[in-house]
Antibody, heavy 116, light 107 residues
Framework: EVQLVESGGGLVQPGGSLKLSCAASGFTFSSYSMNWIRQAPGKGLEWVSYIGSGSSTIYYADSVKGRFTISRDNAKKFLYLQMNSLRADDTAVYYC?????????WGQGTQVTVSS | EIVLTQSPATLSVSPGERATLSCRASQTVSSYLAWYQQKPGQAPRLLIYDASNRATGVPARFSGSGSGTDFTLTISSLEPEDFAVYYCQQRSVWPNTFGQGTRLEIK
């Protein structure tokens, strides 16, 4: 069974940094692309970033480009999202999601709140 | 960026009745469209992939159709657990955008 467990969320001041982690189990992590997707309070889903299985292909949403960095450690089966220069509109639940090639399997999410 | 427009924003239907949800793309996505269900406080769950294929474990009352720019998710006979928010996602080009969601509520 696919299990994705996010951690690292919390309260941070505007301009601050936070690093999210996602621990993967139940599948061959190194064979799958991964994504970060976020959901602001009471809002819809917003794709944030994608990383290919070997880290050679990476994409970012325009809203986070230059501020967020996605990475992965296939040996440890972890996905990461380094978030810098955080803004109030980055406040959201952040989900990591396995890309099965046909659709996404999701973790339960971690809350990030940017506020002074 | 491809914009997905879902309609209606809210759909009120009685249990046992049929629900039809729409997703329209601003340009063709071929059949690279997925549907997700999200219940309050939960992560989304994949229902339909490639426009018309049910994901593993999804009941047969859920069906998807369409190609190009117009897609439909149909729930043939609503069960109490089906009342949730539904999102479409195009997987044709980057960024893989989501629609804004349709809230399916009990009438």
């Amino acid at each position: 069974e696919v299990q994705l467990v996010e951690s690292g969320g919390g309260l941070v001041q505007p301009g601050g940094s936070l690093k999210l982690s996602c621990a993967a189990s139940g599948f061959t992590f190194s064979s799958y692309s991964m994504n970060w997707i976020r959901q602001a309070p009471g809002k819809g889903l917003e794709w944030v970033s994608y990383i290919g299985s070997g880290s050679s292909t990476i994409y970012y949403a325009d809203s986070v480009k230059g501020r967020f960095t996605i990475s992965r450690d296939n040996a440890k089966k972890f996905l990461y999202l380094q978030m810098n220069s955080l803004r109030a509109d980055d406040t959201a639940v952040y989900y990591c999601a396995k890309d099965g090639g046909i659709g996404l399997s999701w973790g339960q999410g971690t809350q990030v709140t940017v506020s002074s | 960026e491809i914009v997905l427009t879902q309609s209606p924003a809210t759909l009120s239907v009685s249990p046992g009745e049929r629900a039809t949800l729409s997703c329209r793309a601003s340009q063709t996505v071929s059949s690279y469209l997925a549907w997700y269900q999200q219940k309050p406080g939960q992560a989304p769950r994949l229902l339909i992939y490639d426009a018309s294929n049910r994901a593993t474990g999804v009941p047969a009352r859920f069906s998807g159709s369409g190609s190009g720019t117009d897609f439909t998710l149909t729930i043939s006979s609503l069960e109490p657990e089906d009342f949730a928010v539904y999102y479409c996602q195009q997987r044709s080009v980057w960024p893989n955008t989501f629609g804004q969601g349709t809230r399916l509520e009990i009438k």
